[in-house]
């Protein structure tokens, strides 16, 4: 899909959205407060910049961002889970304007966390950044993933397999999917126009995933640490531009 001038600016303002959610959560998030309380500060920001949520009751989920704890990878519904000294949360957050969406993740320290703990976050941002970094015209879909994957496990940390990132525009997930390793073939050609939602998820031990009972939550199987970044970008004639940065 490519998007056009007015499109990639709608696009451009719910990533702008997007990123004051990532600040304010970020912000607030210390030792003591409830996953609860970080999504009703993202509900804050969408309902005052005329946003709308594209997590809330996406397949009946109930919140408008994901808070996954420690050994959760992704899709971790908030509520009374107090965040502590010592944990890594991952928040993975949206927002629609005009019909058009953002989606970008993080995952912080919450106060002094392990060493590994603390290297798993700077690896995975990183793999997310050598990623983004493929998305130039003319190079393929998979070198995203290739990238990113090299990153992560260079550091002698595991790729997630079954989540991966996707294209993304008047739907939260659109095709193509945006895996985060290599594929086994190169994949299509990248064009000034395409947005993707690239979404590293890397874990300290194996790739492999668990979902809980709740039917969201995704933890992984080894019970080791896991770390999610995630932006929204376009690719442009001069290279990737970062909807969803602060
Ligand atoms: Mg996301
Ligand atoms: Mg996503």
């Given at each position: 899909m490519i998007r056009t001038n007015d499109e990639l600016d709608k696009m451009r303002k719910a990533g702008r959205v997007v990123a004051e959610i990532i600040d304010k959560t970020r912000a607030f998030i210390r030792p003591g407060v409830t996953t609860h309380q970080v999504d009703a500060v993202a509900r804050e920001v969408i309902a005052q910049r005329g946003a709308r949520s594209n997590f809330l009751n996406y397949h009946g989920f109930p919140a408008v961002i994901c808070t996954s704890p420690n050994d959760m990878i992704v899709h971790g519904i908030p509520g009374d889970y107090v965040v502590k000294e010592g944990d890594l949360l991952?928040?993975?957050?949206?927002?629609?304007?005009?019909g058009y969406h953002g989606d970008a993740a993080y995952t912080m320290a919450v106060g002094q966390v392990s060493e590994v703990a603390e290297r798993l976050i700077e690896v995975t941002e990183r793999a997310l950044w050598a990623g983004i970094d493929q998305m130039r015209e003319g190079n393929r879909l998979h070198d995203i993933g290739r990238a990113v994957q090299q990153v992560a496990e260079g550091a002698g940390f595991s790729?997630?397999?079954?989540?991966?990132?996707?294209?993304?525009?008047?739907?939260?997930?659109?095709?193509?999917?945006?895996?985060?390793y290599w594929p086994g073939s190169p994949g299509p050609k990248l064009k000034v126009g395409n947005v993707f939602a690239v979404e590293p998820m890397v874990n300290v031990g194996g790739p492999d995933t668990i979902?809980?009972?709740?039917?969201?939550?995704?933890?992984?199987?080894?019970?080791?640490?896991?770390?999610?970044?995630?932006?929204?970008?376009?690719?442009?004639?001069?290279?990737?531009?970062?909807?969803?940065?602060?």
């Amino acid at each position: 899909m490519i998007r056009t001038n007015d499109e990639l600016d709608k696009m451009r303002k719910a990533g702008r959205v997007v990123a004051e959610i990532i600040d304010k959560t970020r912000a607030f998030i210390r030792p003591g407060v409830t996953t609860h309380q970080v999504d009703a500060v993202a509900r804050e920001v969408i309902a005052q910049r005329g946003a709308r949520s594209n997590f809330l009751n996406y397949h009946g989920f109930p919140a408008v961002i994901c808070t996954s704890p420690n050994d959760m990878i992704v899709h971790g519904i908030p509520g009374d889970y107090v965040v502590k000294e010592g944990d890594l949360l991952s928040v993975d957050c949206g927002a629609i304007i005009e019909g058009y969406h953002g989606d970008a993740a993080y995952t912080m320290a919450v106060g002094q966390v392990s060493e590994v703990a603390e290297r798993l976050i700077e690896v995975t941002e990183r793999a997310l950044w050598a990623g983004i970094d493929q998305m130039r015209e003319g190079n393929r879909l998979h070198d995203i993933g290739r990238a990113v994957q090299q990153v992560a496990e260079g550091a002698g940390f595991s790729v997630v397999r079954k989540y991966v990132g996707h294209a993304i525009g008047t739907a939260m997930h659109e095709e193509p999917q945006v895996p985060n390793y290599w594929p086994g073939s190169p994949g299509p050609k990248l064009k000034v126009g395409n947005v993707f939602a690239v979404e590293p998820m890397v874990n300290v031990g194996g790739p492999d995933t668990i979902e809980l009972d709740d039917g969201w939550s995704v933890i992984t199987a080894d019970g080791s640490l896991s770390a999610h970044f995630e932006h929204t970008i376009a690719i442009t004639k001069d290279g990737p531009e970062v909807f969803t940065a602060p």
